[in-house]
């Protein structure tokens, strides 16, 4: 607070800090009144004489920072239906009621029914082994579920095969891992409570429900429940959110399970828990999150096939924070304003016009503004001028450019050996170059992609098919590249860390086992077609899998080509996945990280920064016909995107929240090309004729040495990963020392040209700094250079270094 205060003190009169002291005092009367009390679960369902439900409740301020009030409220029941044991509601008799929280003023309320009193129910073990056994890490891949087991057992990874794992628990080496006459006597017990040398150590103790529920097990006889059993539909992670103020402050979690016969279950004991950031908010094993560093995590519970996860915001006590009162532009500024209050975030200010001008042309067309047009834009007053720049832009030659690498990126376009050939390629290229500067919607393209057959000259989007041709690593590439979902985990076993389960990884491969190849008449091009046989095999079952949607239905393909079935759904509006996914690869492509990061790993347990916008964006893209350029537009006209790099002491370490702009060292082929455009010097590319722009490489194969260090992806994977933009002593090195840059410097001769037309070196520093940083040298800058140009006659070489100086600095190299 002394701190605060001298910082106050140093800006404000004695006056004002007076006021400003009795203004905070009186926020923080306020702040510290609930305003908001709630109660989670909201229902409580008990379905059996042994079933129960633990309770928490949560109260909120009026600033939004939150507290686990459990301990706090004053419980009571209106029904004899349960009986309350601590917080944890427990059956009495068949009926229903209401669990009543009351806090001061405020109340919250859980509807508690209760039914099937009389039933004990019986040991599962698919409902209760299994979890006991994930839950301790038996089978993690570190132990038993290791591809050869750990000390002679094996376990499937995290329990995908159960029938499998049952045999090997009770047939393999009998009467010593379980034994039903002696169940304590189990090795499967025995090792669990460290009673004998463990590698995996010490389990559990005795006293544990976890002991209790194996023991049971065997005592039982081990049943297998397998067939018929109910399965796990969802599972629900309470509170969704919760806002902890100062390190240390804990909060307790509750998961509860809901099956496919309609009960429900508190797994809270039995979930797998973990935090994507445990130094802001580390969960425990008994799902209480303990807040640490000031920041944001996402803390999840795992159970059965099913991942789920809570937001956590931690804050310091006491923050003060003023937010931001620049006026939102449009919903996305709404959205990011919103997200930046909760997190006490103040964002940096506007950058300046020619900071703006620069970024945006770098970003929207791959090219840096000319000295003439920075000071057209510069001078110019109008209110709107950023907006009608934007549109500008939009509508040139050079942003069809620009995406239509992007979108070759994502769809492999390359030559590959016996299977593309160079015009096919080429073609390839051409097509979604056209399908940019037509304004084709982009769920239009792709769906056309996903269900291409034909010719690969005359139809060049098949080409999608011969690039590769593996059918896994096909519907890898489909699910990665449009659907932003990373489902190779799956292949091998259930997704440790998302709902995909084997299951749905052989049911979507099976949409692309019938994709039939050959050649045409002529011997470099392929014809791609439907042949209408072949089927996806689980492996574990060795069963034909029938085609079925990523957490969806099994669709009708009958009769019709499987490619185009799941282009349909793919690219509907309906699709949860596939317009955020698009429209967060556009976001991150101009604000240089995406809500979701990677662009391309939508996974539960890898939430978006700001989930709202996320939405936000995507069903813009649909409300907008999916139309590239209005989505584009919304992004570049929004505070979010024009404000300063410059950080504050509130945002100098996020970088997810876009509480400042990202500093970005441009794409390789950017790179090459603004150094071409300033030094007047033009580059001859691999396929191209001289004076093409370095997006033009048609082929991922195609490259040369300065484009391969400075990251040009080869297009090998659909992966995000291979677009490389972090900044490597090679690149240093080749700047410095390289041909590239002195090369063009004195191949273009625009010093020289300058000096022979009277221009004095003083206007020759102008013109470079404009062109390369789209503004004139300050003062001190000035000063220096032209003392180490000196007073020449005519100072050639001199002006050529600083040239080469200002091409090597992070100004030019990176957008700002």
């Not at 001028?385 to 069809?400: G, M, P, Y």
Request: charged share 25%.
């Amino acid at each position: 607070m002394q701190a605060a205060l001298a910082s106050m003190l140093h800006r404000h009169s004695l006056t004002a800090l007076a006021l400003s002291v009795f203004a905070t005092s009186a926020v923080v009367a306020e702040e510290a009144s609930y305003v908001e009390l709630s109660v989670f679960p909201p229902v409580a369902s008990l379905n059996h004489a042994a079933d129960y439900q633990s309770v928490v409740a949560v109260a909120k301020r009026a600033d939004g920072v939150s507290e686990d009030v459990t301990d706090q409220v004053e419980w009571s029941l209106d029904s004899e239906a349960a009986l309350l044991d601590g917080n944890t509601l427990r059956p009495a008799v068949n009926g229903h009621g209401t669990l009543h929280a009351k806090l001061g003023e405020l109340a919250s309320q859980c509807d508690v029914s209760v039914a099937g009193v009389e039933v004990i129910k019986p040991i599962s073990y698919r409902h209760d082994v299994i979890p006991v056994l994930v839950r301790a890490g038996c089978n993690s891949g570190a132990c038993h579920g290791s591809a050869r087991g750990k000390d002679g057992f094996r376990l499937s990874l995290f329990g995908f095969d159960p029938k499998g794992d049952y045999e090997r628990l009770t047939r393999e080496m009998t009467t010593r891992r379980i034994n039903r006459a002696l169940p304590d006597d189990s090795l499967l017990l025995v090792k669990a409570v460290g009673g004998v040398p463990h590698t995996g150590g010490k389990l559990f103790e005795h006293d544990t429900v976890y002991y209790e529920k194996l023991r049971e097990w065997i005592e039982s006889g081990v049943p297998n429940d397998l067939e018929g059993a109910p399965t796990v539909d969802s599972v629900e992670f309470y509170p969704p959110r919760v806002v902890l103020e100062g390190a240390g402050t804990t909060q307790r979690f509750v998961a509860v399970a809901n099956y496919s016969d309609g009960s429900t279950r508190d797994v809270t004991n039995l979930a797998v828990f973990s935090s994507n950031n445990d130094s802001v908010a580390k969960l425990d094993p008994s799902a209480v999150s303990t807040a640490g560093m000031r920041g944001e995590a996402f803390v999840m519970a795992r159970f059965d096939t099913h991942t789920v996860g809570s937001q956590v915001i931690v804050l310091p006590k006491g923050l003060e924070y003023e937010p931001s009162t620049l006026p939102p532009v449009n919903y996305i500024d709404e959205l990011v304003d919103s997200k930046l209050a909760d997190l006490r975030l103040e964002p940096s200010g506007q950058s300046t016009d020619a900071e703006f001008l620069r970024r945006l042309y770098v970003d929207t067309i791959g090219k840096l503004p000319t000295p003439e047009e920075v000071d057209q834009f510069v001078a110019d007053t109008a209110v709107d001028k950023r907006a009608k720049k934007i549109d500008e832009l939009l509508e040139r030659e050079e942003f069809s450019q620009i995406w239509g690498m992007k979108w070759a990126e994502l769809v492999l376009v390359r030559t590959e050996n016996n299977r593309v050939d160079y015009k096919a390629m080429f073609l390839y290229s051409e097509w979604l170059k056209e399908q940019m500067e037509s304004g084709v919607p982009l769920n239009e393209m792709f769906k056309e992609l996903i269900g291409s057959s034909g010719s690969s000259f005359d139809d060049p989007a098949v080409n999608f098919y011969l690039v590769e041709q593996d059918t896994k690593k096909i519907a890898e590439n489909v699910a990665q590249s449009f659907l932003g979902i990373r489902m190779q985990c799956a292949q091998c076993h259930n997704h440790p860390f998302d709902r995909w389960t084997m299951d749905d990884y052989y049911g979507f491969t099976a949409f692309f086992t019938q994709i039939g190849r050959k050649r045409g008449s002529d011997y470099r091009d392929w014809l791609v077609f439907n042949r209408g046989g072949g089927e996806s095999n689980h492996p574990v079952t060795g069963q034909a899998v029938p085609p079925k949607f990523l957490g969806g239905d099994q669709p009708e393909t009958k009769g019709r080509d499987r490619r185009e079935v799941v282009a349909e759904w793919a690219t509907s509006p309906e699709n949860e996945w596939f317009a955020p996914s698009i429209a967060n690869r556009v976001w991150a492509h101009f604000m240089g990280v995406g809500v979701v990061e990677p662009v391309d790993d939508f996974r539960v347990s890898n939430p978006a920064s700001n989930p709202a916008l996320l939405d936000a964006i995507g069903t813009h893209l649909v409300d907008y016909k999916y139309d590239l350029r209005q989505l584009v537009r919304d992004i570049c006209n929004s505070n979010a995107y024009q404000r300063s790099t410059v950080a504050n002491l509130s945002n100098e370490t996020d970088t997810a929240n876009f509480a400042r702009a990202q500093t970005r060292r441009m794409p390789a082929e950017t790179l090459l090309d603004c150094i071409c455009q300033v030094t007047q010097s033009p580059e001859k590319l691999p396929g191209l004729p001289i004076g093409s722009r370095a997006v033009e490489i048609a082929d991922g194969r195609s490259s040369n040495y300065f484009l391969t260090t400075f990251g040009r992806a080869r297009r090998d994977s659909v992966c995000a990963c291979e677009v490389r933009s972090e900044p490597t002593l090679s690149q240093a090195l080749h700047l410095l020392n390289g041909g590239t840059v002195h090369s063009k410097i004195s191949q273009g001769k625009l010093v020289s040209t300058m000096l022979d037309q009277g221009s004095t070196p003083e206007q020759v520093i102008d013109e470079i700094y404009l062109r390369c940083l789209a503004r004139k040298p300050n003062d001190a800058e000035r000063e220096k250079l032209l003392a180490a140009v000196g007073d020449g006659e005519k100072p050639v070489a001199e002006l050529e270094d600083v040239f080469w100086a200002v091409l090597n600095s992070r100004e030019f190299l990176f957008n700002h």
